[in-house]
């Protein structure tokens, strides 16, 4: 299984090929398209989108047609503005991942994505087109925090600030009451979800 | 009760825990890897498995893989995992509580495909109000109910079971099967077949299952698979649906071949997916033993590289001259040797079906088994039309089949295997074989002895003074090719229909009756007209009847070999002084006439029959007075159709014959007279 990655930022695409390579792929990454050398038959291709990308040289819609067909391509940014306008390419295995990804780290939550799209390649030919999209997009940043928030509660921990803050989840603090660990989460549950 | 609990959060639940096994977390397992290794652990655990009743307790929301998210739904997982898998038995059936802070619509909403939540026996609950769960668990541990309704918990508004409203029952899973069912038979067939063999033959010192099956089953979706074709692990009562004697009796006819001490019959087998085990699968089914890992020189395997990489007929020849250069005794053969991509090619127009036009072509006599994951009936058809004389259907996972079937379908391949390696199948191998070395002989310098043959002319009348006319020479060879070969066919057809049973259910060999003689006949007629072409009978009747044009037939002369008007007495065994033919010939004037006391004919008689024309034909017969004991079919007191002893087992019988006869088909074929040897 081969895995190629065309990201200028070395930081994000260092920490990414790293994590990749213990996942027991082949990884192949490059700062642009001409660095990354001949076409292969790359499996799936993380694909940096935005305009710093533009930047440095690269025609994002060309590597995409290039692509599009026999690989998978996953596309991502870190500005959301660029996420919706390449969200709009119409190419076959071609998605852009819906949430920003931090400039210089490899994200948990693209992390999970890009490990459930790599468990889904060996069966890639007999998954229908929209299962990709459906990994890719399928995840919910937000009712994911939400979810953590009251397991935390009902374990008797606090959610990390750290987290709640990357998400923009707003948790009425007032709501939660360790020592009653039941009654918070019940408070809780019916903010984030209703009755 | 015992509950399995599936929970990574460890919610205080304040249950029973003698009774409760929790599951966090599957470590560096996947979550099919880790639930496979449970269901096997559950299966031997006789404390779980006896269990009168059972609680699954599962957090939807739980994350038991490492990169899991809550909004995965692992639980959903493993409850449709629990639901699907066969192998739990009972398990099946227990009550599963599923709980989650999202609302069933939500979920629902998001992800239709996890409908298992609305089915029976799933009873969903909200967090944190279902912490009072307890008290429902705690009644129902006491005792207090026998079954694990928590009826309490459905009757109030807030917790209502789910069950009554309008979902359907059925639930799918996720899996999504291959596009074709081509890719999981290659390995499912021969795991099942192997599981089979073992089954009937008890062959208990043998792997588990082939490498290439064990290396399937460890990819993801063949376990899904698996699991959803799971068979309960106690196979015996399968076995007591079907006549387990006959089984054993077809298993131990075929291993016969393969026996210590005794030559095997060599077999070449050609399949692409040679590595996904079939090998070792086919190995055990003919020996009962492990396929040894450097193979054995009588069965030879190939994958048929050659169609891998060429696609035109000069190179399906070649393949096919590369698989007869082994001399094998049965092909078999798969149906798309180019995997996947044949997957819509017509068929006969696949790889399998141009390596069998080609096999036809070069070998008509040997036996071909078509081994195929197709269930299709133009397959079946074409199949026939292509020439293979037997078809065997790897068992598929998709099959909507009785639970029998499986067993039902290593018995047949069984019986196949048998016929196949039999002595009829060798017999019709071996003449066939043998015609074309008569030919090939007689268009090189060392014809046969039938084409030197000078045949004496018809003695004229004792009052003529004409003087003798000159001896008849060379019958007409392609005539007795071509005879030689229908001969082959229409035996062939007979097989199939009789012995293979692809005829109607009428139509059964073990049936002696009239059915079998009526077809048998025939047979036995044109071994007839094969002696009357050698004897150049066309000649004697132009001799005696000048007048007679072609294509006209005398009546007068129409009968025994050299009967003809007033002679026929004297010179019916002398005049070509070919005793042996004349004997064989007996058997022909037998067949053809209507006779009630001539009992019916069996198979064994034909074989009998044609290996001593084949015997004959190979060897020039002694010029002398028809010997006592070949006088078959003329007495009444004996067995009229003959028996291989009766054509070779006399006194006076001519050595040279018998020697011919043995080479030819040895006693493997036929009961060989050994004590003449």
């Known amino acids: 299984m081969l895995v190629g990655i065309i990201d200028w930022r070395e930081m994000r695409r260092d920490k990414m090929h790293g994590w990749l390579s213990d996942q027991s792929v082949t990884v192949k990454s490059a700062s642009t398209r001409r660095t990354f050398g001949p076409k292969q038959a790359i499996d799936l291709l993380l694909l940096h989108v935005g305009e710093s990308q533009n930047d440095e040289g690269d025609d994002l819609q060309a590597i995409v047609n290039e692509f599009s067909g026999e690989s998978w391509i996953v596309a991502y940014s870190g500005t959301v503005r660029a996420i919706k306008e390449f969200d709009k390419i119409n190419a076959e295995g071609f998605v852009v991942f819906p949430h920003p990804v931090s400039a210089d780290s490899f994200d948990e939550d693209f992390k999970r994505v890009v490990a459930k799209v790599l468990r889904d390649l060996p069966s890639r030919r007999l998954l229908p087109a929209t299962s990709l999209k459906e990994t890719v997009t399928g995840f919910d940043a937000t009712l994911e925090r939400k979810l953590e928030v009251l397991v935390s509660v009902l374990k008797r921990q606090l959610p990390s600030v750290e987290k709640l803050q990357s998400t923009n989840v707003v948790v009425p603090t007032e709501m939660i009451d360790l020592t009653n660990p039941r009654g918070s989460s019940e408070k809780l549950r019916k903010y984030f979800f209703g009755s | ?485 229908n001969v082959v066919r229409t035996y062939r057809e007979y097989l199939r229909l009789f012995t293979l049973r692809y005829g109607s259910q009428d139509l059964r060999e073990n049936q002696l009756d009239e059915t079998t003689d009526f077809w048998l006949r025939p047979l036995v007629v044109h071994v007839g007209r094969i002696i009357e072409c050698i004897h150049c009978f066309d000649e004697i009747r132009l001799q005696v009847d000048p007048g007679l044009k072609a294509g006209q037939r005398s009546l007068a002369s129409a009968g025994t070999i050299g009967g003809y008007p007033n002679f026929r007495d004297r010179c019916a065994h002398k005049m070509r002084r070919d005793w042996f033919g004349q004997a064989i010939y007996d058997i022909r004037n037998i067949a053809a006439h209507y006779d009630p006391e001539v009992p019916v004919m069996a198979p064994k008689n034909i074989r009998s029959l044609l290996a001593a024309l084949f015997a004959w034909l190979s060897v020039t017969p002694a010029c002398k007075e028809n010997p006592s004991h070949l006088r078959v079919g003329s007495s009444r007191s004996r067995t009229l159709w003959p028996k291989a002893k009766d054509f070779f087992e006399g006194p006076d019988m001519q050595d040279d014959l018998v020697q011919a006869y043995s080479e030819l088909f040895g006693s493997s074929v036929l009961d060989l007279p050994t004590r003449r040897l």
């Open chain 2, 1 to 485: 009760m015992t509950i399995l609990h599936f929970d990574d959060a460890a919610f205080s639940w304040n249950i029973p825990t003698k009774d409760v096994v929790n599951y966090a977390g599957a470590g560096d397992d996947s979550l099919d890897d880790w639930f496979f290794g449970l269901a096997k652990d559950w299966t031997c655990n006789k404390n779980i498995t006896c269990a009168s009743a059972g609680l699954y307790l599962i957090h939807a929301h739980g994350c038991f893989t490492k990169l899991a998210n809550r909004q995965d739904l692992e639980g959903v997982e493993i409850l449709k995992h629990i639901r699907l898998t066969n192998w739990l038995g009972q398990m099946r059936q227990w009550h599963a509580l599923i709980y989650s802070f999202e609302p069933l619509e939500d979920i629902l909403r998001k992800k239709p495909g996890d409908l298992i939540l609305a089915s029976h026996d799933v009873t969903f609950i909200r967090l944190p109000d279902a912490l009072d769960l307890e008290v429902a668990v705690q009644a129902v541990h006491e005792g207090k109910k026998d079954r694990l309704a928590l009826r309490d918990l459905a009757e109030c508004p807030d917790y209502r079971s789910v069950e009554d409203r309008k979902f359907h029952r059925f639930v799918a899973c996720d899996y999504t099967p291959p596009a074709s069912e081509h890719a999981i038979s290659n390995w499912w067939g021969a795991h099942q077949l192997v599981l089979r063999v073992r089954q009937i033959g008890g062959d208990k010192n043998i792997r588990s299952f082939p490498a290439g099956v064990e290396s399937e089953l460890r990819k993801l979706d063949n376990k899904k698979a698996f699991f959803l074709a799971g068979r309960p692990r106690s196979n015996e009562g399968w076995i007591d649906a079907i006549d387990k004697q006959t089984i054993r009796r077809e298993m131990k006819r075929v291993r016969k071949f393969f026996q210590e001490g005794t030559s095997p019959a060599k077999i070449v087998y050609v399949d692409d997916e040679m590595d996904k085990g079939w090998d070792e699968a086919l190995y055990l089914t003919l020996t009962g033993e492990s396929l040894p890992t450097d193979g054995v020189s009588w069965f030879h395997t190939t994958m048929g590289q050659l169609a891998q990489t060429e696609n035109s007929s000069e190179d399906w020849l070649a393949l096919a001259d590369m698989i007869l250069q082994e001399c094998p005794d049965l092909i078999l053969t798969d149906l798309r040797l180019l995997g996947s991509r044949e997957a819509t090619t017509p068929v006969k127009d696949t790889s399998g079906a141009r390596l069998i036009e080609s096999l036809r072509m070069r070998a008509p006599g040997v036996p071909i088994l078509l081994l195929t994951a197709s269930n299709k009936a133009w397959t079946f058809q074409e199949a026939f039309r292509l020439g293979v004389d037997a078809y065997w259907m790897k068992e598929g996972i998709g099959d909507h089949a009785a639970p029998t079937r499986s067993i039902e379908n290593t018995a047949e391949l069984m019986r196949l295997l048998g016929h196949l390696l039999g002595p009829d199948y060798q017999l019709l191998r071996k003449i066939h074989q043998r015609t074309n070395e008569f030919e090939r002989e007689w268009n090189d310098g060392n014809p046969p002895w039938w084409k030197r043959m000078q045949w004496p002319a018809p003695i004229p009348d004792l009052g003529s003074s004409s003087p003798p006319p000159p001896p008849i020479s060379e019958p007409n060879g392609p005539a007795v090719f071509s005879l030689l070969r």
